[in-house]
């Protein structure tokens, strides 16, 4: 089966603007979940998704948003980029949520860099 | 709150020694615990999971690691390490009755084989 698909592999962006990434799970799966990853800060949570509704949240600026379609595919949203969100966006795929799932399955990210 | 610690930030090994890699956790109950590798440019691709029962958990490409409670520990191990594990690895942790999917990531440790 196919696996976590993220749109766009790269992206550059200027200061101040927006910006959308996708991520396709495993077909089936109803969780995904996002990160940022930096060399400073490592691999930080910024949010789940499940069933479209956001489950958890991590410790981001109201920037940092998202959602996910009844399909289960997810996007993140960053308005307003600042350099520091120059970074590696992951999002994990996961059949299920809590207690019970234990699989997580990576996309091969989003490189964003802001100038 | 969890947290993760990777002591070293590098591991530098001949090929063919015994390969560790370290990782303590700190949660309020009981854990998954997980290794993931990841490649340059790439996503993190699993490589073992702790869910519970025998303490030596065994995963893809020679991998092993062993969960100790009483040390809050999850090394990684190999036995005869390869040129091509040359990459940087992260754990990570979860509470089991978590109300969802969030995982704390260590810092990550990167490893170098040299032939």
């Known amino acids: 089966k196919a696996g976590v698909t993220q749109t766009p592999r790269y992206l550059i962006k200027t200061r101040g603007q927006q910006v959308t990434l996708s991520c396709s799970p495993i077909s089936g799966h109803r969780s995904v979940s996002w990160y940022q990853q930096t060399p400073g800060q490592g691999l930080q949570f910024l949010f789940e998704?499940?069933?479209?509704?956001?489950?958890n949240k991590g410790n981001f600026p109201g920037r940092f948003s998202g959602r996910q379609f009844s399909n289960s595919r997810s996007e993140m949203n960053v308005s307003t980029l600042e350099l520091g969100d120059s970074a590696l966006y992951l999002c994990a795929s996961s059949l299920g949520s809590g207690t019970n799932n234990y699989g997580y399955t990576f996309g091969s990210g989003t490189r964003l860099t802001v100038v | 709150a969890q947290s993760v610690a990777q002591p070293e930030d590098q591991v530098n090994v001949a090929e063919g020694n015994p390969l560790t890699v370290k990782c303590t956790y700190s949660v309020s109950g009981n854990p998954y615990l997980f290794w993931y590798v990841q490649y340059p440019n790439r996503g993190l691709q699993f490589l073992l999971k702790?869910?519970?029962?025998?303490?030596l958990v065994k995963g893809s490409y020679g991998f092993e690691a062993e969960f100790n409670k009483s040390q809050t520990s999850f090394h990684l191990k190999k036995p005869s390490a390869l040129v091509s594990d040359s990459a940087l690895y992260f754990c990570?942790?979860?509470?089991?009755?978590?109300?969802?999917?969030?995982?704390?990531f260590g810092g990550g440790t990167r490893v170098l084989v040299k032939p």
């Open positions: 998704y499940f069933s479209e509704t956001q489950r």
């Open positions: 990570a942790v979860r509470l089991i009755k978590a109300a969802g999917n969030k995982l704390t």
């Open positions: 702790y869910i519970t029962g025998d303490n």
